[in-house]
């Protein structure tokens, strides 16, 4: 079938949206099926399918309309003219992240499906989200997690009457297919420490917990820590705290491609995801009581142990089975995961319990299941 696509996301950027929205259109074109994309145009210059490949780390093999307009009309104006111009695509499904743009193609009675990240955070985001049970042409609503399920059915009136599943955010398996032991991926990436290595990959926003790396570091003096992403003046700061401290130990990295970050996390021995009890998001809002991060999932299949704090959304995934628990904001936990993470044997069982749990997560396995329950699957 045709999927058209429907974003007011800027393509490309780092936001964890952006590689969402990539990854979506990517898993549904693994599946079988035609995607078309809309995006909005934010420069002249337009990225080649390469480039793009090498900065989502998936395969673009599906078509992107960037439409011009949203600095000229802002940002509810561009998204009715989307709309109109996804509708002229004639699709035989339309999947979107966005409220407004979902309540316009529903209501219209187009087969529609919205995928939730997070609760309304503006006025007319509530009122789409109020609207969209009402439309002939809602199909389902998608929610990366259980919490967020349960937020949406107490705050949204008839939400729950509506097809809903829970799917969380998935991995291109594929892209880990390439085994590699972290002796031989740290030889690859030229890192010479044979020490114990402990990385981190994701932005350095409030929250994500580059605090606790730091105590752990001044605590595991012997670890080796590898910080990866963060934008350019976070990725600064980050170093200039570093060096004041003078933690030898730790290499913050600044932004991985994603197509190479399978390589960089295999030449961890330990990924570390210290949300604190606080998250903040890339739009600013508070996600720690329903986020579901992608890079659980990389981190999962990449058959590393993971040490995580235990957030609602993130305990719907792992358990004390697949990897180290700890409370967040809590130094004494981190630092007892930590030292237990230099057993190999616990190392080796968590890992492959990961790595056997992940594969419910794929991202074709995950659309086919998103469109069987929109009814829509061909």
């Known amino acids: 079938m045709h999927i058209v696509y429907v974003t007011n996301g800027r393509i490309p950027s780092r936001t964890a949206n952006s590689l969402q929205s990539m990854k979506v259109c990517a898993g549904f074109v693994a599946a079988g099926h035609e995607v078309t994309m809309v995006v909005p145009r934010f420069t002249r210059t337009l990225p080649t399918p390469y480039e793009l490949q090498q900065q989502y780390g998936v395969p673009v093999e599906f078509r992107i309309e960037w439409l011009r307009g949203y600095r000229a009309l802002g940002r509810v104006a561009w998204e009715t003219r989307a709309a109109a111009h996804a509708l002229r695509r004639r699709g035989n499904l339309y999947f979107t992240i966005n409220m407004r743009i979902a309540a316009a193609l529903a209501a219209l009675g187009r087969a529609t499906v919205l995928e939730l990240h997070d609760p309304p955070a503006r006025r007319l985001d509530d009122r789409a989200l109020r609207l969209l049970p009402r439309t002939r042409g809602l199909r389902a609503f998608v929610c990366v997690s259980h919490a967020l399920r349960r937020i949406l059915t107490e705050?949204?009136?008839?939400?729950?009457?509506?097809?809903?599943?829970?799917?969380?955010?998935?991995?291109?398996?594929?892209?880990?297919?390439?085994?590699?032991?972290?002796?031989e991926a740290r030889r690859a990436l030229g890192w010479e420490d044979a020490r114990l290595t402990a990385g981190y990959a994701g932005h350095l926003y409030e929250g994500r917990g580059f605090d606790m790396i730091l105590t752990l570091?001044?605590?595991?003096?012997?670890?080796?820590?590898?910080?990866?992403?963060?934008?350019?003046?976070?990725?600064?700061?980050?170093?200039?705290?570093?060096?004041?401290?003078?933690l030898a130990n730790v290499d913050v990295l600044g932004f991985i491609p994603n197509a190479e970050l399978p390589l960089y996390m295999q030449g961890c021995d330990v990924l570390l995801m210290p949300y604190a009890s606080r998250v903040r998001a890339s739009g600013g809002g508070e996600t720690a009581a329903f986020a579901n991060p992608m890079k659980m999932f990389e981190y999962m299949a990449a058959g590393r142990l993971i040490i995580s704090s235990r957030l609602p959304g993130i305990e719907e995934?792992?358990?004390?089975?697949?990897?180290?628990?700890?409370?967040?904001?809590?130094?004494?936990?981190?630092?007892?995961?930590?030292?237990?993470?230099?057993?190999?044997?616990?190392?080796?069982?968590l890992e492959s319990q990961a790595r056997h749990d992940v594969l419910h997560y794929a991202t074709d396995e995950r659309a086919r299941r998103i469109l069987s329950v929109a009814g829509v699957s061909a």
């Open 317 to 349: 995934v792992l358990n004390e089975s697949s990897a180290l628990l700890c409370e967040p904001d809590d130094p004494a936990e981190w630092i007892a995961a930590l030292d237990r993470a230099h057993d190999a044997e616990l190392r080796s069982r």
């Open 217 to 246: 570091a001044e605590r595991f003096p012997d670890v080796s820590f590898r910080v990866m992403g963060g934008e350019p003046a976070a990725v600064a700061d980050a170093r200039a705290t570093v060096a004041e401290r003078g």
């Open 155 to 183: 705050r949204i009136p008839g939400f729950s009457d509506c097809p809903v599943t829970v799917e969380p955010n998935g991995v291109d398996l594929a892209r880990f297919a390439e085994a590699r032991s972290p002796a």
